[in-house]
């Protein structure tokens, strides 16, 4: 099955500065990319997405890019914020979209 | 639209237990999953189901039953707890659509500790 790697696994940043983070996958077949946002005690929510005939998607403040050759893909968010403080998690499907694997996930803390 | 409701939100059960977390959504959603969280391991699929009568394994379905009598509700049945079962067990559900892929919905979790 697909595996996912994420990277790092805690990421600790200054207000104002960028955070990247980084997922690895095996399966060459896997074809949608979505990265999820999880707040304390709540559950997972979606802030972005790619498909894999794409190389890269922006909206605001958060992007993501694809390597397709390279089977990897990463979040990068600028400008952070207090409230960019959360979990994340990236994912991958290879058959469809029911079958999501999920990485570790990143345990972003930004610093006022 | 309420979205993806999960009870209860926290449970504790004794070894040997059985219990049913029960999970809903108002959106008419075809696709329904349960995961589980563990720390350092990210969420992993219990069972899903692509529409009401129809359910398949995950990636770690032992231990757990699930059924799909509706298209709103999507039950996880513990049939006897044990404590490798402590976790937080997430429910989501998606438009579906084969090859085609949508935005999963989460719910709010419920957090459960096996004694």
């Known amino acids: 099955g697909e595996n996912v790697e994420q990277h790092p696994s805690t990421l600790s940043v200054q207000e104002g500065d960028s955070a990247v983070i980084k997922c690895t996958y095996s399966d060459s077949a896997s074809n949608y990319f979505p990265w999820y946002k999880q707040e304390l005690g709540k559950g997972p929510q979606l802030i972005i997405d790619?498909?894999?005939?794409?190389g890269e998607k922006k909206d605001q403040r958060i992007a993501v890019t694809l390597n397709k050759t390279a089977k990897h893909f990463s979040l990068h968010i600028t400008e952070t914020q207090p409230e960019d403080s959360a979990v994340y998690f990236c994912?991958?499907?290879?058959?469809?979209?029911?079958?999501?694997?999920f990485g570790a996930g990143t345990t972003v803390t930004v610093r006022a | 639209n309420a979205g993806v409701t999960q009870t209860p939100k926290f449970q504790v059960l004794k070894t040997g237990q059985s219990m049913t977390l029960q999970c809903a959504q108002d959106m008419n959603h075809e696709y329904m999953s349960w995961y589980r969280q563990d720390p350092g391991m990210g969420l992993r699929l219990i069972h899903y189901?692509?529409?009401?009568?129809?359910?398949d394994q995950g990636e770690v379905p032992n231990g757990y039953n699930v059924s799909r009598s509706t298209t709103e509700d999507f039950p996880l049945r513990l049939l006897s707890a044990a404590p490798s079962q402590t976790s937080v067990y997430f429910c989501a559900s998606s438009y579906g659509g084969t090859g085609v892929s949508y935005e999963q919905y989460f719910g709010p979790g419920t957090r459960l500790t096996v004694t």
């Open positions: 994912a991958a499907t290879t058959h469809n979209d029911y079958k999501l694997s």
């Open positions: 189901s692509v529409g009401a009568g129809i359910t």
């Open positions: 790619i498909r894999s005939n794409v």
